[in-house]
T-cell receptor
Framework: SAVISQKPSRDICQRGTSLTIQCQVDSQVTMMFWYRQQPGQSLTLIATANQGSEATYESGFVIDKFPISRPNLTFSTLTVSNMSPEDSSIYLC??????????FGPGTRLTVT | AQKITQTQPGMFVQEKEAVTLDCTYDTSDPSYGLFWYKQPSSGEMIFLIYQGSYDQQNATEGRYSLNFQKARKSANLVISASQLGDSAMYFCAMREGRRGTSYGKLTFGQGTILTVHP
């Protein structure tokens, strides 16, 4: 199984600021996925990040709000821009592409005040 | 249309007893995978078990088994001999399609909170 780490594990941010979340995998993976879990809700996919190409965003999510970088096959970042209290969530990165492997990082718990 | 449905917001079970968590799904793709994850209060997503749409047998992983009924489009999780540490949120998820640009994208159900009583 892939070992995934995320930084920061949690943060409290002011409204209007931005936070960049890092996701590091211990092996090379083709695709990385970013999910959001709002309080008391299920997980929703934000975007899919492939190395060497633009991220693909799901309906309701835009690049200006959630810019993503994928500089190599083991690393990705998600930025939450111009934050509002509605952005308070757990943000999780996930890796897949194998036969059935689909693993998640420990998550970043974001609170916006 | 919702693709993954978990109809039990909360379930209670006595320690050492078995419990079934329900999950139904909807897809027109003949190739898909079904996952169950456990999410404790820490927020991490712990992979429990996987069932592929072409798998002939129900998946099992230790105390976890998946009751896969393809015709009924259900993929219920059975936890045997419940333990206090099983108390958590449980999510059913589906991955559609063959290997490709969307391969690996998961759609989640709303989750079931399981509480194990001593």
């Amino acid at each position: 199984s892939a070992v995934i780490s995320q930084k920061p594990s949690r943060d409290i941010c002011q409204r209007g600021t931005s936070l960049t979340i890092q996701c590091q995998v211990d092996s090379q993976v083709t695709m990385m996925f970013w999910y959001r879990q709002q309080p008391g809700q299920s997980l929703t996919l934000i975007a899919t990040a492939n190395q060497g190409s633009e991220a693909t965003y799901e309906s309701g999510f835009v690049i200006d709000k959630f810019p993503i970088s994928r500089p190599n096959l083991t690393f990705s970042t998600l930025t939450v821009s111009n934050m509002s209290p509605e952005d308070s969530s757990i943000y999780l990165c996930s890796v897949g592409g194998g036969s059935y492997e689909q693993y998640f990082g420990p998550g970043t718990r974001l609170t916006v005040t | 249309a919702q693709k993954i449905t978990q109809t039990q917001p909360g379930m209670f079970v006595q320690e050492k007893e078995a419990v079934t968590l329900d999950c139904t799904y909807d897809t027109s793709d003949p190739s898909y995978g079904l996952f169950w994850y456990k999410q404790p209060s820490s927020g991490e997503m712990i992979f429990l078990i996987y069932q592929g749409s072409y798998d002939q047998q129900n998946a099992t992983e230790g105390r976890y088994s998946l009751n896969f009924q393809k015709a009924r489009k259900s993929a219920n999780l059975v936890i045997s001999a419940s333990q206090l540490g099983d108390s958590a949120m449980y999510f059913c998820a589906m991955r559609e399609g063959r290997r490709g640009t969307s391969y690996g994208k998961l759609t989640f159900g709303q989750g079931t909170i399981l509480t194990v009583h001593p």
